[in-house]
């Protein structure tokens, strides 16, 4: 199982992007697949996407379709979410989340971020 | 509205046994889709609760036990206790969507 840590809180203006990263540690992070989940205030869990670590292939939801981007770098073992022409819907709790089964859509999330606060405000 | 359907709240009291339904259709659980579940208290990360319909992480109690018929899933909980208030989601895949699919969420209260 692996430990991941985010960054911090952000906040930002309609219409710009939010960078949000993912750092992990433990043994199995190259054989993983890490993905992304958010939750706006009292409101359920919506998928995002998520990246192969080891091929770095990408899925997302189609709702995110044109506004989502997820990258790792191995050598800083971080993987990051931007999410770009941010709205007020947009504002939620960010978590990543991490998982060994293939395809990537299939697994269940072992591992959590702590969760990052993403408030888009005018 | 979610994909997946759970009931909004289940209750029950101390030492009593609950389930909560998640229906989904041909697309997700019906399609042989494998659905987890996750337990979260309020202000903190979901926690995997069941894996691949039945399966329990280590650290687990099996006082929680889940399963999964046609287009519907269910999770058990018995000898209820406080510490179980939370709410609970399940997980699968939807080959309409393409993507992974979350129920609405249930909130279990112990009376």
């Known amino acids: 199982q692996m430990q991941l840590v985010q960054s911090g809180p952000e906040v930002k203006k309609p219409g710009t992007s939010v960078k949000v990263s993912c750092k992990a540690s433990?043994?199995?992070?190259?054989?993983?697949?890490v993905q992304w989940v958010r939750q706006a205030r009292g409101q359920r869990l919506e998928w995002i996407g998520g990246i192969v670590v080891r091929s770095a292939d990408t899925n997302h939801a189609q709702k995110f379709q044109d506004r989502v981007t997820i990258t790792r770098d191995m050598s800083t073992r971080t993987v990051s979410l931007e999410l770009s022409s941010l709205s007020s819907e947009d504002t939620a709790v960010y978590y990543c989340?991490?998982?060994?089964?293939?395809?990537?859509?299939?697994?269940?999330?072992?591992?959590w971020g702590q969760g990052t606060l993403v408030t888009v405000s005018s | 509205q979610s994909v997946l359907t759970q009931p909004p709240s289940v209750s029950g009291a101390p030492g009593q046994r609950i389930t909560i339904s998640c229906t989904g259709s041909?697309?997700?659980?019906?399609?042989?889709?494998?659905v987890h579940w996750y337990q979260q208290v309020p202000g903190t990360a979901p926690k995997l609760l069941i894996y691949k319909n039945t399966n329990r992480p280590s650290g687990v109690p099996d006082r929680f036990s889940g399963s999964k018929s046609g287009t519907s899933a269910s999770l058990a909980i018995t000898g209820l206790q406080a510490e179980d208030e939370a709410e609970y989601y399940c997980?699968?895949?939807?080959?309409?969507?393409?993507?992974?699919?979350f129920g609405g969420g249930t909130k279990l209260t112990v009376l």
């Open positions: 433990g043994l199995t992070f190259i054989s993983s697949g």
């Open positions: 041909t697309s997700n659980i019906g399609a042989y889709y494998d």
């Open positions: 997980q699968s895949f939807d080959n309409r969507l393409s993507g992974v699919v």
């Open positions: 989340v991490s998982g060994t089964v293939f395809p990537l859509g299939l697994s269940p999330f072992d591992s």
